[in-house]
């Protein structure tokens, strides 16, 4: 929007520094955010509902004389007015008023209220309405349904009506540039944002409550198609760059495949090879690789590792935790030292002499393959010549921690290839959104002899119950896991809990091997209790969420998870992950705390009846939203003015031809649509 969109909101009447100042801070700078700032929900103010007509529950308009106005003591003090219209009588009622509010209400005077009317002590009653007196000649009522706006904390409602009617009378005498090819809806965008600001007083109220109407739609599609075009571009930078065209290595892979206990699964062979093509070529690899929990994902990254290393560059596997970071550390060592790899360790407790030594020999070159935490990211962290980087359960990784590490590649070389990889699988819907033109593999096979996990809901009030049930899985031999979880993200409180669990169990089970694991502790002392755990010698490991991912256990079949309900669908699915991985029948017991909220309990049934990640993934965003399941929330990512997921999901296949039908048939149109979409620029792209 050129024209009005360049208008700071400082120049619209009644705006002074202080709103301007509150109004930035929300995000609104200028007068098309304005526009873009739509109502949440409307209120018909259109007509007058005589008071006879009047239903509980409604908020209506309602024109009188007031009667008699009293302060009335009784077990709250109150301004209690009667007001007639002729067909009936009806209450107002304040309990927070002034004595000028009174002394307004004389007898006689003519009102206009506005409220929900309710039933009272004294028939129908409305608390707190707005109203005000009427002169002889009021103009009639609106004309338009009223918006109610979303706000924050010093910005009122009328205020937002005020500014958004000025915003819309300048859209009105100067309405912008229509940037979609035409035909693509019966609105355009000015007569889409007219009416969403001012809908008619017939306008379809659940249906734009919904974001349904025609009128949203468009502009849905229209930020969907910029924000497409706008994440192409980004890519399309990114490829302009390079990448070092890392050669295949056939023989070295076939090799290295030959050397290891088990046979790749045809999925695993497949996806190696799109990986091993992508390598190849001098433009930076861009690819997720999505496989549920236990498809061997690990054994993809090192045929890609391998293929860079034995080109001469250097590979950073990043994991998001401490401990999968070691379990990797664990499954490359097994399977690289042979080949006389050099390895080196980077976590956030690598400290001093030892991180210098590290740094030193991950700036010279000397370390081939660098396997940590997100401490790989920091400042000081200077790369030879990285050329692939491989990013694990990528979700929980913020975006730029991932654009520091890519930028790591060294001068003059380009960007380092990136593989990203999830067990929690982006539903092909929002991957379009999200990521564009991503590229996708999808490892769909479990290596042979994996078994589903049976899944059941118990209550807390049959604690004692699922506590016969883990006593008599480890007296057969079996092992099992105690998972507790906490809403808060406190290391320390989940360690509490976990630390009072575990005492009430040893208290139940007094001759069982109980191990403790929480992620306040050592890493030494985490390493021995997993050892332990692995090696049998500890029967049940109560464990917070820490062990969500990559852990692998496969004597493990029975898993408790505490109060399940407080976790989003896909942590739960990595969870129960954590069995399954033997040859026995494997359960998940989710032992939840009643009352469990209708929308709980259908996202735990999801989990009971599918062990099919993607199916999961999807009932997470219908249940969640998208912002939770990107997991990129506090980032404000993902965050579109118009558009919702998963309502607008439809949209989304007309939003790909639309991209596409723009950039061969209006190229003059796309810089203009992006920029007044993206104003601030997204950057979470360039993952
Ligand atoms: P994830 O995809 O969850 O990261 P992992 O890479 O940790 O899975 O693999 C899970 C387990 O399966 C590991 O013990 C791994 O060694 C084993 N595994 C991987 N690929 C195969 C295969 N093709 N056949 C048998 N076992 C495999
Ligand atoms: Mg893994």
Same mark, same amino acid.
């Given at each position: 929007?050129?024209?009005?969109?360049?208008?700071?909101?400082?120049?619209?009447?009644?705006?002074?520094?202080?709103?301007?100042?509150?109004?930035?801070?929300?995000? @609104?700078?200028?007068? $098309?955010?304005?526009?873009?700032?739509?109502?949440?929900?409307?209120?018909?103010?259109?007509?007058?509902?005589?008071?006879?007509?009047?239903?509980?529950?409604?908020?209506?308009?309602?024109?009188?004389?007031?009667?008699?106005?009293?302060? !009335?003591?009784?077990?709250?003090?109150?301004? @209690?007015?009667?007001?007639?219209?002729?067909?009936?009588?009806?209450?107002?009622?304040?309990?927070? *008023?002034?004595?000028?509010?009174?002394?307004?209400?004389?007898?006689?005077?003519?009102?206009?209220?506005?409220?929900?009317?309710?039933?009272?002590?004294?028939?129908?009653?409305?608390?707190?309405?707005?109203?005000?007196?009427?002169?002889?000649?009021?103009?009639?009522?609106?004309?338009?349904?009223?918006?109610?706006?979303?706000?924050?904390?010093?910005?009122? =409602?009328?205020?937002? #009506?005020?500014?958004?009617?000025? %915003?819309?009378?300048?859209?009105?005498?100067?309405?912008?540039? $229509?940037?979609?090819?035409?035909?693509?809806?019966?609105?355009?965008?000015?007569?889409?944002?007219?009416?969403?600001?001012?809908?008619?007083?017939?306008?379809?109220?659940?249906?734009?409550?919904?974001?349904?109407?025609?009128?949203?739609?468009?502009? %849905?599609?229209?930020? &969907? @198609?910029?924000?497409?075009? +706008?994440?192409?571009?980004?890519?399309?930078?990114?490829?302009?760059?390079?990448?070092?065209?890392?050669?295949?290595?056939?023989?070295?892979?076939?090799?290295?495949?030959? +050397?290891?206990?088990?046979?790749?699964?045809?999925?695993?062979?497949?996806?190696?090879?799109?990986?091993?093509?992508?390598?190849?070529?001098?433009?930076?690899?861009?690819?997720?690789?999505?496989?549920?929990?236990?498809?061997?994902?690990?054994?993809?990254?090192?045929?890609?590792?391998?293929?860079?290393?034995?080109?001469?560059?250097?590979?950073?596997?990043?994991?998001?935790?401490? /401990?999968?970071?070691?379990?990797?550390?664990?499954?490359?060592?097994?399977?690289?030292?042979?080949?006389?790899?050099?390895?080196?360790?980077?976590?956030?407790?690598?400290?001093?002499?030892?991180?210098?030594?590290?740094?030193?020999?991950?700036?010279?070159?000397?370390?081939?393959?660098?396997?940590?935490?997100?401490?790989? *990211?920091?400042?000081?962290?200077?790369?030879?010549?990285?050329?692939?980087?491989? @990013?694990?359960?990528?979700?929980?990784?913020?975006?730029?921690?991932?654009?520091?590490?890519?930028?790591?590649?060294?001068?003059?070389?380009?960007?380092?290839?990136?593989?990203?990889?999830?067990?929690?699988?982006?539903?092909?819907?929002?991957?379009? !959104?999200?990521?564009?033109?991503? $590229?996708?593999?999808?490892?769909?096979?479990?290596?042979?002899?994996?078994?589903?996990?049976?899944?059941?809901?118990?209550?807390?009030? #049959?604690?004692?119950?699922?506590?016969?049930?883990?006593?008599?899985?480890?007296?057969?031999?079996?092992?099992?896991?105690?998972?507790?979880?906490?809403?808060?993200?406190?290391?320390?409180?989940?360690?509490?809990?976990?630390?009072?669990?575990?005492?009430?169990?040893?208290?139940?089970?007094?001759?069982?091997?109980?191990? &403790? /694991?929480?992620?306040?502790?050592?890493?030494?002392?985490?390493?021995?209790?997993?050892?332990?755990?692995?090696?049998?010698?500890?029967?049940?490991? !109560?464990?917070?969420?820490? /062990?969500?991912?990559?852990?692998?256990?496969?004597?493990? +079949?029975?898993?408790? /998870?505490?109060?399940?309900?407080?976790?989003?669908?896909? =942590?739960?699915?990595? &969870?129960?992950?954590?069995?399954?991985?033997?040859? %026995?029948?494997?359960?998940?017991?989710?032992?939840?705390?009643?009352?469990?909220?209708?929308?709980?309990?259908?996202?735990?049934?999801?989990?009971?009846?599918? +062990?099919?990640?993607?199916?999961?993934?999807?009932?997470?965003?219908?249940?969640?939203?998208?912002?939770?399941?990107?997991?990129?929330?506090?980032?404000?990512? &993902?965050?579109?003015?118009?558009?919702?997921?998963?309502?607008?999901?439809?949209?989304?296949?007309?939003?790909?031809?639309?991209?596409?039908?723009?950039?061969?048939?209006?190229?003059?149109?796309?810089?203009?649509?992006?920029?007044?979409?993206?104003?601030?620029?997204?950057?979470?792209?360039?993952?």
């Amino acid at each position: 929007m050129t024209g009005i969109a360049a208008i700071p909101v400082r120049e619209l009447r009644g705006v002074g520094p202080k709103l301007a100042a509150r109004l930035a801070d929300y995000g @609104v700078h200028r007068v $098309d955010d304005l526009l873009f700032h739509l109502p949440l929900r409307y209120q018909d103010r259109t007509r007058i509902t005589p008071i006879a007509a009047a239903r509980e529950g409604a908020d209506l308009v309602i024109e009188g004389e007031v009667r008699a106005a009293d302060v !009335v003591f009784g077990r709250r003090r109150s301004l @209690v007015a009667r007001i007639q219209d002729g067909t009936g009588t009806l209450t107002l009622r304040f309990f927070h *008023f002034s004595a000028a509010q009174k002394n307004n209400l004389q007898t006689g005077t003519r009102l206009r209220c506005f409220g929900q009317v309710r039933r009272g002590s004294s028939g129908l009653e409305m608390f707190h309405p707005e109203y005000r007196p009427l002169d002889e000649g009021e103009p009639s009522v609106e004309q338009a349904l009223t918006p109610i706006y979303p706000t924050t904390e010093g910005i009122g =409602q009328n205020q937002w #009506r005020n500014l958004c009617g000025q %915003a819309l009378a300048r859209l009105r005498r100067d309405p912008p540039r $229509d940037l979609l090819p035409p035909g693509c809806s019966p609105y355009d965008l000015a007569r889409a944002l007219d009416y969403l600001h001012a809908p008619p007083p017939d306008a379809p109220q659940a249906q734009l409550r919904e974001g349904r109407h025609p009128a949203q739609q468009r502009l %849905a599609l229209e930020e &969907l @198609v910029a924000h497409n075009l +706008s994440l192409q571009r980004l890519r399309q930078q990114q490829r302009a760059e390079g990448a070092p065209a890392l050669a295949p290595r056939a023989a070295l892979m076939a090799d290295f495949l030959d +050397s290891l206990p088990f046979a790749a699964t045809g999925a695993q062979q497949r996806v190696l090879a799109e990986i091993a093509a992508d390598l190849a070529q001098p433009v930076p690899m861009l690819r997720l690789v999505q496989g549920d929990v236990g498809s061997g994902k690990t054994l993809v990254a090192a045929g890609a590792a391998l293929q860079a290393i034995a080109n001469g560059y250097q590979v950073a596997v990043m994991a998001p935790t401490e /401990i999968l970071a070691e379990q990797h550390w664990g499954s490359f060592s097994n399977w690289f030292q042979p080949l006389s790899i050099s390895m080196e360790w980077l976590s956030g407790r690598t400290k001093g002499k030892k991180r210098e030594a590290a740094l030193q020999r991950i700036a010279s070159g000397e370390a081939g393959l660098v396997i940590g935490t997100h401490a790989l *990211f920091q400042q000081d962290v200077a790369f030879h010549r990285l050329g692939l980087v491989i @990013v694990d359960e990528q979700h929980r990784f913020g975006v730029h921690q991932r654009l520091a590490l890519t930028a790591k590649s060294g001068p003059g070389q380009g960007k380092p290839h990136q593989l990203v990889m999830t067990a929690t699988p982006i539903p092909r819907t929002l991957s379009m !959104v999200a990521y564009a033109d991503l $590229d996708c593999s999808i490892i769909d096979e479990l290596p042979p002899g994996r078994q589903a996990v049976s899944t059941v809901l118990i209550d807390n009030n #049959r604690r004692d119950q699922v506590v016969a049930r883990v006593a008599a899985a480890c007296s057969e031999g079996r092992q099992a896991y105690w998972v507790c979880t906490l809403i808060e993200e406190s290391d320390a409180l989940q360690a509490q809990a976990a630390e009072a669990t575990a005492a009430e169990l040893q208290l139940a089970l007094p001759d069982l091997a109980i191990g &403790l /694991i929480h992620g306040r502790m050592k890493p030494a002392d985490k390493d021995a209790v997993m050892s332990a755990f692995k090696a049998g010698a500890i029967a049940l490991l !109560v464990a917070t969420t820490v /062990i969500e991912v990559g852990v692998d256990v496969p004597n493990a +079949s029975l898993m408790i /998870i505490e109060n399940p309900e407080r976790l989003g669908l896909a =942590q739960l699915h990595q &969870l129960r992950g954590r069995v399954g991985r033997g040859s %026995a029948a494997s359960h998940c017991v989710l032992l939840y705390q009643t009352p469990l909220g209708a929308n709980s309990r259908q996202r735990l049934q999801a989990l009971r009846e599918s +062990s099919d990640g993607f199916y999961i993934a999807e009932r997470d965003l219908e249940l969640r939203g998208p912002g939770e399941v990107l997991g990129t929330r506090q980032t404000g990512l &993902l965050e579109f003015r118009v558009a919702r997921l998963p309502e607008h999901n439809h949209l989304l296949e007309r939003v790909q031809q639309l991209a596409v039908e723009m950039g061969r048939d209006f190229p003059e149109l796309v810089e203009p649509l992006i920029n007044r979409w993206t104003g601030q620029a997204i950057r979470f792209a360039e993952v």
